[in-house]
């Protein structure tokens, strides 16, 4: 299924409905809804891209209250286009908006009730995965490297390794990043996925005229998800693409850097 549309206080988010079913408050933010300015406008979550302090933290007040959750028991990742994913306990919650992160990690993994998991995004994927038998949550960045890397097969592997969840049945949703129509790379991209997936991963490589080639990212993320186990009917994803709609998303690419940042956010309830 595609991720759909919602609005709470006039921030707009999308979401996955069956994992809205399973017992997490969760969401894929949009631009729309913040207080942020200029090239911030509007609902701008990154907190280290030249962003007035004060309307970032107003942007996680609002984000928060929308989901329904504290903004007090955010957990956020410090991304490094790696596969580490981190176990976060009761003691990194407040971790990125309260006080440093102390970790370099592009996974969150966490059984703790509450605890607000969050990865950033514009262009690269995020993926937030849910399991609702023994209550695990998890939230990936995968870029091309992470997605090369394997990390949302690393994020499953400690849902069932260290908290004992059963693939099966984890759910799983892919949210808006740069998509097949406008991720243009050079051959070291596909060079990586056929390196790590073989020839599984040639249904979402194309191109090749000029030297230049598109990749499906999500395809792809969806792909490592099958392998790890999860049912392809666990697995939603969203239609938008962060190059095509740069009114809704910011993209790295369209916008040459100078941007804000999205964000992918779960909590237990
Ligand atoms: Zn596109």
């Known amino acids: 299924m595609e991720l759909i549309d919602k609005t709470v206080n006039g921030l707009t988010f999308q ?7 399973s017992g997490v408050a969760h969401g894929f933010t949009t631009r729309t809804g913040g207080v942020s300015r200029g090239i911030f406008s509007s609902l701008n979550l990154g907190t280290n891209r ?22 007090g028991k955010l957990a956020f990742s410090s991304q490094v286009h790696e596969d580490t994913v981190r176990c976060i306990t009761a003691a990194d919650l407040g971790k ?6 102390d970790y370099d990690a592009d996974g969150l993994v966490t059984d703790v009730p509450g605890a607000v998991l969050t990865v950033f995004g514009a262009d690269c994927l995020t993926v937030l995965l849910s399991d609702p038998v023994r209550r695990v949550v998890a939230a990936v960045h ?44 050079d051959e070291d991209v596909p060079n990586a996925m056929t390196a790590a997936l073989g020839a599984a991963a040639l249904p979402f490589l194309s ?21 790890a ?8 994803c969203s239609p938008d693409c962060t190059f095509c709609r740069p009114d809704r998303y910011w993209s790295h690419r369209y916008t040459g850097g100078e941007r804000g ?3 992918a956010l779960i909590a237990l309830l």
């Open 142 to 185: 995968a870029g091309w490297r992470g997605t090369a890397l394997g990390i949302v097969e690393r994020a499953v592997e400690q849902m069932t390794g260290r908290y004992g969840c059963d693939p099966a049945d984890i759910l799983a949703a892919i949210g808006p990043g740069i998509s097949n129509c406008c991720f243009e790379t």
């Open 229 to 236: 186990g999860l049912s392809s009917a666990h697995v939603d």
């Open 50 to 71: 030249g962003d007035d302090p004060a309307l970032v933290r107003e942007n996680y007040r609002r984000v928060c209250a929308a989901l329904g959750v504290d903004v």
């Open 96 to 101: 990125g908006l309260d006080k440093p992160v």
């Open 15 to 21: 979401v996955s409905l069956q994992m809205e079913r």
């Open 261 to 263: 940042s999205q964000a």
């Open 207 to 227: 191109g090749g005229a000029g030297g230049k080639f598109h990749v499906d990212l999500k395809g792809l993320n969806a792909l490592r998800l099958e392998r």
